[in-house]
């Protein structure tokens, strides 16, 4: 049973740049979560998609977008790259069976880093 | 609004030893879920243990255990007899109705345990 799989593992950018991350979830999940993780803190939850749309959004700017494919995985896209965005990207996954809160199992993470 | 705080951000013990991590939560919903995360050095967050607000038994799963009081909302984690493959970074998080799915993390406790 494959877990969630992110890719690519590291990344290197300047400043301005754009940069695109990508996440498949567990199989048999339907939901993605991204959570942004600067270095010696918990991780900050970016936002989530479900069927398609974003459902939750945490208070990061607009810079931040992604998307979710018919097959449940998910993009995050940085737009105008701050050295500030530097951090271990997460992406975690879970099935939506209609309770408040699912268990989310997580990836091992892309780490950007902007220089 | 919710927030999660672990005071200790970092603990140091000698193999064997019994080590509890401290987990103190604030929502002002009714019906929330608690979880622990472990983190090694390779970066992903590994699942340990969900919990609702309305359980309020302690688990046991080996050498962890998990005290749940929502009186003094806290949900404290326990290892007995240590080992260095313990050493890890371990996260609590919280999510409650408002929040959706959206996980907040508390700012976590480095252990180091030593042989």
């Known amino acids: 049973d494959a877990g969630v799989t992110q890719s690519p593992t590291h990344l290197i950018k300047t400043r301005g740049q754009q940069v695109t991350l990508r996440c498949s979830p567990k199989s048999g999940h339907d939901t993605v979560s991204w959570y942004q993780q600067a270095l010696g803190q918990g991780p900050q939850f970016i936002f989530q998609y479900y069927e398609e749309e974003e459902r939750q959004r945490g208070n990061f700017p607009d810079r931040f977008s992604g998307h979710q494919f018919p097959n449940y995985s998910s993009e995050l896209n940085v737009n105008a790259l701050l050295l500030g965005d530097s951090a271990l990207y997460l992406c975690a996954s879970s099935f939506r069976s209609g309770a408040s809160t699912d268990t989310q199992y997580f990836g091992p993470g892309t780490r950007l880093t902007v220089l | 609004a919710q927030k999660v705080t672990q005071a200790q951000t970092e603990i140091s013990v000698v193999e064997k030893e019994d080590v509890t991590l401290d987990c103190v939560y604030e929502t002002r919903d009714t019906t929330y879920y608690l979880f622990w995360y472990k983190q090694p050095p390779s970066g992903e967050l590994v699942f340990l243990i969900r919990?609702?607000?309305?359980?309020?038994q302690n688990e046991i799963s080996g050498r962890y255990s998990w005290n749940f009081q929502k009186s003094t909302s806290s949900f404290n984690f326990t290892i007995t007899a240590s080992q260095v493959v313990d050493s890890a970074v371990y996260f609590c998080?919280?999510?409650?109705?408002?929040?959706?799915?959206?996980?907040?993390f508390g700012g976590g406790t480095r252990l180091m345990v030593k042989p």
């Open positions: 919990r609702n607000s309305f359980d309020e």
């Open positions: 998080a919280l999510s409650d109705n408002n929040a959706g799915n959206m996980l907040t």
